[in-house]
Each structure stands twice: as structure tokens, then as C-alpha cells.
């Protein structure tokens, strides 16, 4: 049985016999610029097979055997993959197929057929979006034969699909859906399981055990936590937002500063980022010059020039609080032809900032690229020549005495498995830059923008449901993990019509509310440390970060997963009054939970998707580890 063309999903298997899944992929675009990854866990959630599969593996193979048991692996295809990928099993493999929503899942053939099942009582609803590709859904009720079809249209928005509401029935209902149209197809069920099948013998319930954690946390200090925040607008936030801000508590900022703008009004920026730095308390931020429109390809002319000096006499205006990061670009790896091109605007600028000792007593620090990804290449034709981490090397290999900080952006790491990636990228900028005498890197570290998805490419059951909480929350344990990043921003604060990706819902412009990611950005606040903590964690869907401020003790986790996971932490902890425990679940309510301790560990039982924070004092300061390359 083959399942081809996959982008993004998942496809559970479970077998009652030896068994062999094989993944092939093929080039879709991009993908000499863009290495991935694909997963295999078992039924306890335990991670039995990883492909790290590099940019100039274009095309591939991996197997890996499918023992027989009661519960189903999960082989995960995370999106936005730059592949296609065929996945073969046998085909008396019990196997359903669990597709993204809103964005594309795969690419698919005219009439291409599977079967979904709704149970009896259920409001289930067939819903799909156009992507250029397939443009309608028909499905059929094996019962009866009562068809349906659903239309795609293409809309303005990204977010907007059409859907279609099931009948309800008092027993069980077997549907045939035909996929209609060639290409990029996006389907899915709401109101019962999304899953899908290529025969209604497949439509067996799935089965997950629970799984099982064990952490065991180190007295060793790793480096520092970084400061974490959020794109704030270039505008005065009205009184009524103040609330909001301060519930997020951001401890760092990234901004824009429109060269156009401040050429014709030097101080137009003056009011707010005054406000931001005394009334919130943001001392360490990263601006990135623009032009209006959303123009990012400046040019070293007299308007950029005008507000570039603009830019640093009001960051002089501003007391020398704090530490406020410069890049002379938005993602110039996308938004310039060339890398030539980028260089002539560096250098210009980089002159003008450090001709003026005033600039860096101020707390003007020069920061690059600001790229569009880093690793892997941007949303772009020729990607490969564009890498953010190539065109980083070699601005420090010119430039590396007049560079303060590397900065990136982190776009399209959706899938809440691959979240990984983020510590990744974090130890490759490590090791770029290199590690001073303390250990610490030599340039600072800058994670300024991150959300799932670049521009208004976005999915409302990803971005306004718990499922950011749980995806904001792994990329800042997982960016956090060696104590080597300094920034981590979420662009952005508020949303805005156009882009609806802020940890702000705006309901009109005296009222506005926590979205379920800035609830758990308040969450995760209240229970962040200076310093990181060696930590060993044998899970793979959980993440966790132990951390430090003087004597006291922290520990952050979410269980990405649906499955309960029993937890067990080796810290030294007993008895119990030495420790709390707080759960932050889908209802996006913090709330108090119970654990056991017993022969110096804690134990408790985590339900599906929900964050975790042990907290705890010790009578030790904890000790500096040892490093003197990064990891």
C-alpha cells in the first residue's frame, strides 16, 4: 500500500505482524536549500527512528521495521516540507492518515480516493481550501450512496477555507471521499477524528499507550536564559493595551524603524520607545531598518541615511539604559538580489554607527543579518545561494570586528515534533560565532522573530488555539536548552487584519485579550529562571528546561502529545513541601497539581497537551559548567 505525494501529516501504523514502512522523497521545490527531518515513534510515543535528511539529499530512501502491537507508531512528514514524500507499507498494515488543516497535505491526482468514518451522533464537518491544485471534495456514504461535494474557492486570505456540515446519524457512517482536481490538496475533518484510510477496513480506532518521561536534573550551570519578547508596533499602544503588555511581561523587543518616516520627522519614534523602555522595563530590544510599504531592500541614499542618523540620535536620547541591537535589513537573504548587494548597504551603515563613539556608549550594538531563516534558505528562487548562516559567515569574516550579535528568523517549523530544529540552529549560530573564555558565545545570539508561519500564511487551528501555547512553549525550551541564546522574540504582539499572529487578540481599541499563546507566554514568565541547568530527558514528546536564580529551582515542560505521560524527575527532592507543582492544560488555566516523592524522586502523571512547572529551593548556589566550544 503506497500513500505518495505527502507534505505534511501524519500516518499512523499498527500491525500484528513484522512489518517494513520504506519512504521515498523527490524534490518538490527548494529543496537543495533545505535539510529535514521525518520521525517514526512507537506506540508509547518513544522516538525508534529519526531521518536528518540534508539539503543535497534531494532524493532518498529509509526504512524501518514495524514491530507487531496493541498500540500504533506515528511516522511524522512535518510541514512546510520541501519534498515529496511516498511511504509503502503492507497492506495489511492498519494505517490512517492524519492531514494538516488549512495548509496543503499533500499533492494529489485527479479522482484519488479515501474513506473516513464518523460515529454515530457525531457533527462531523468535511472542510478543504484551494491551493492552486485540487479544487473540490465529493463524498460519498457507502451505506446509501448520499453524495456531497464541496467546492474550493480561492479566497484573499490565506485562513479562509469552505466547508461542509456531515448529516448526523444514530449509527455509524462510512464515507468515499474523491479528491477533484490535480496538485497541492487541503482536507480535513472537524467534529470527529481526521483521519483517512485507503479502505473502510482500515477505519479501526487508534490506539496510543501511555507513555513514559524520566529527567534527571545537574547542579551545573549551562549560560544564561534569554531574555524573551515580542515585536511591539510602531505606534504609541493605547492605555487600554497596557494591561495586556504587562501581563506578557516581555523582557526584550524587536522593532522596525521606517528610514522614510523618521528622514521627514526625526522624532517620531521618540514617544513610544521611550514609553516601551521606562514604562515596561525593556532594556535589551533589536531594531530593523525599513521603508514604509514594507519595503526592506534599502539603500545606503540620503533617506536612509537621514533616518539611520534619526534612529541613533534618538537611541542616544534615550539614556544608555539598555542594549539596543541595529540591523541595517529585513531578512535581506530574501529581500535582496544578491549578497553584493546587502554588503554595499552594510558597510555604509556600519561606518556611520561607528563613527560616533557616542552610539556605542549608548548601547548601540550592530547585529547581522537579521536573515530569513538560517540554516536553510529562505521562501525564495535560488534559496541555496541565500542561506541565512552563509551570508552571516561571511559579513564576520570582513566585518567581525564591527559585528556585536547574530540575528535570525525562524519561519515555517510548524509541526509541534520538529520544534527541535530550534536547538539546533541555536548551537550551529554557537559554533559560527565561537565560544569566549567564559564559555559564552562571542557575538550574541538573537532569535528576533519566530511564529509557525511567515507572513499571513496562517492556519486559525494552529495560531488562535492551545496548540500555539504548546508550540511557543517547546521552541522556548528547545531554543533555551544550552543556555547560549540571548533573544527570543514571537512576532508579533497585537494582531493586525492582515496578520492575525499576535499573543493579542484586538477586539476594538479600548478592549483587548490574551490569545491562548499569550496566556502561555504569562504562564511561562512566572516561572522562568536566570540560568540554565544541565538537564537529561529521555522523552521525546515532552520537552522540558530545568533553571536557576540563586537558590531557587525551576522546571518547564509541555507534553506535546495527547497521551498522558507518567513523569519521573531525579533532582534530590523529598519531601514533598520542598516542591510545587503547576498545570497549564487546553483550558488555558494555570492550576495546582498533585505529585508523589519517594527515594529522593518526584513522580506524577501529565495529561495530554499541557504544560508543566516544578518549582523547588535548594541550599546551593549551582556551579558554572565547564565549556569551551559549543555543543
Known amino acids: 500500500m503506497a500513500w505518495t505525494g505527502i507534505r505534511d501529516g501524519s500516518l499512523y501504523l499498527q500491525t500484528d505482524r513484522p512489518d517494513t514502512v520504506t519512504v521515498r522523497w523527490v524534490p518538490a521545490w527548494q529543496a537543495n536549500a533545505n535539510a529535514e527531518h521525518i520521525y517514526l515513534l512507537n506506540g508509547q510515543g518513544r522516538l525508534v527512528g529519526e531521518r536528518l535528511i540534508k539539503a543535497e539529499q534531494e532524493r532518498g530512501e529509509q526504512q524501518w521495521p514495524l514491530l507487531p502491537g496493541p498500540a500504533s507508531y506515528?511516522?511524522?512528514?512535518?510541514?512546510?516540507?520541501?519534498?515529496?514524500y511516498t511511504l509503502e507499507h503492507d497492506a495489511r498494515t492498519q494505517a490512517l492518515f492524519a492531514p494538516a488543516k488549512v495548509h496543503f497535505s499533500a499533492e494529489a491526482h485527479d479522482g484519488d480516493e479515501l474513506y473516513f468514518k464518523v460515529a454515530a451522533g457525531e457533527r462531523a464537518v468535511l472542510a478543504g481550501k484551494f491551493h492552486g491544485g485540487v479544487r473540490g471534495l465529493q463524498a460519498r456514504r457507502v451505506a446509501d450512496g448520499k453524495q456531497l461535494q464541496l467546492n474550493l474557492k480561492p479566497y484573499p486570505a490565506y485562513w479562509q477555507f469552505d466547508q461542509v456540515a456531515l448529516p448526523v446519524a444514530d449509527v455509524e457512517q462510512v464515507w468515499r471521499l474523491h479528491l477533484l482536481g490535480n496538485g497541492k490538496a487541503a482536507f480535513w475533518l472537524d467534529g470527529?477524528?481526521?483521519?483517512?484510510?485507503?479502505?473502510?477496513?482500515?477505519?479501526?480506532?487508534?490506539?496510543?499507550?501511555?507513555?513514559?518521561?524520566?529527567?534527571?536534573?545537574?547542579?551545573?550551570?549551562?549560560?544564561?536564559?534569554?531574555?524573551?519578547?515580542?515585536?511591539?508596533?510602531?505606534?504609541?499602544?493605547?492605555?487600554?493595551?497596557?494591561?495586556?503588555?504587562?501581563a506578557l511581561k516581555p523582557q526584550a523587543a524587536s522593532y522596525y524603524s521606517m528610514v522614510d518616516v523618521t528622514a521627514a520627522k526625526p522624532d517620531h519614534e521618540d514617544r513610544f520607545r521611550r514609553l516601551y523602555q521606562d514604562r515596561f522595563g525593556i532594556n535589551q530590544d533589536i531594531t530593523l531598518l525599513a521603508g514604509s510599504g514594507r519595503k526592506a531592500d534599502l539603500v545606503a541614499d540620503r533617506t536612509s541615511n537621514s533616518g539611520l542618523q534619526a534612529w541613533l540620535k534618538s537611541t542616544r536620547a534615550l539614556g544608555g539604559k539598555g542594549v539596543h541591537y541595529l540591523g541595517f535589513a529585513d531578512e535581506p537573504n530574501l529581500n535582496y538580489p544578491d549578497f553584493a548587494s546587502y554588503?554595499?548597504?552594510?558597510?555604509?551603515?556600519?561606518?556611520?554607527?561607528?563613527a560616533l563613539p557616542a552610539n556605542v556608549r549608548a548601547g548601540v550594538r550592530i547585529a547581522i543579518p537579521a536573515s530569513s531563516r538560517f540554516t536553510n534558505g529562505p521562501l525564495a528562487e535560488n534559496a541555496a545561494d541565500k542561506l541565512g548562516i552563509d551570508w552571516a559567515r561571511r559579513l564576520l569574516a570582513q566585518y567581525g570586528d564591527q559585528v556585536d550579535a547574530l540575528a535570525w528568523h525562524e519561519w515555517m517549523i510548524r509541526d509541534l515534533l520538529a520544534t527541535r530544529v530550534y536547538r539546533s540552529s541555536v548551537r550551529r549560530a554557537a559554533r559560527l560565532v565561537g565560544l569566549d573564555a567564559t564559555g559564552r558565545p562571542r557575538k550574541a545570539l538573537l532569535l528576533d522573530q519566530t511564529n509557525m508561519s511567515s507572513g499571513s500564511s496562517l492556519s486559525p487551528y494552529d495560531q488562535e488555539t492551545h496548540y500555539a501555547a504548546l508550540w511557543w512553549t517547546s521552541v522556548v525550551i528547545n531554543a533555551s536548552a544550552d543556555g547560549l541564546l540571548d533573544m527570543l522574540n514571537w512576532f508579533q504582539a497585537a494582531d493586525e487584519p492582515e496578520y492575525p499572529k499576535g499573543m493579542v487578540r484586538v477586539l476594538d481599541n479600548d478592549r483587548f485579550e490574551l490569545k491562548p499563546v499569550g496566556l502561555a507566554q504569562q504562564f511561562i514568565q512566572q516561572h522562568w529562571f536566570d540560568q540554565v541547568l544541565r538537564l537529561d530527558n529521555d522523552a521525546f514528546e515532552v520537552d522540558a528546561l530545568a533553571m536557576a536564580t540563586g537558590m531557587q529551582r525551576g522546571l518547564l515542560g509541555v507534553n506535546k502529545s495527547t497521551r498522558a505521560q507518567q513523569v519521573d524527575i531525579d533532582a534530590g527532592l523529598c519531601p514533598q513541601a520542598q516542591a510545587t507543582l503547576v498545570y497549564f492544560g487546553p483550558d488555558n488555566r494555570s492550576r495546582s497539581a498533585s505529585f508523589t516523592c519517594e527515594a529522593g524522586q518526584i513522580h506524577f502523571l501529565l495529561p495530554g497537551q499541557t504544560l508543566f512547572a516544578l518549582g523547588w529551593t535548594t541550599s546551593s548556589i549551582p556551579q558554572p559548567a565547564t565549556r569551551q566550544e559549543a555543543p
Request: hydrophobic residues 40%; positive net charge.
Open 343 to 354: 554588503q554595499a548597504v552594510f558597510e555604509s551603515m556600519a561606518n556611520e554607527v561607528r
Open 192 to 246: 470527529t477524528a481526521n483521519l483517512f484510510a485507503q479502505a473502510p477496513a482500515q477505519l479501526q480506532p487508534l490506539r496510543e499507550a501511555p507513555g513514559h518521561v524520566q529527567l534527571k536534573v545537574y547542579p551545573e550551570v549551562l549560560g544564561n536564559t534569554p531574555k524573551l519578547g515580542i515585536s511591539l508596533p510602531y505606534v504609541m499602544p493605547p492605555p487600554a493595551a497596557y494591561a495586556v503588555i504587562d
Open 74 to 84: 506515528r511516522l511524522e512528514i512535518p510541514g512546510y516540507s520541501f519534498r515529496r
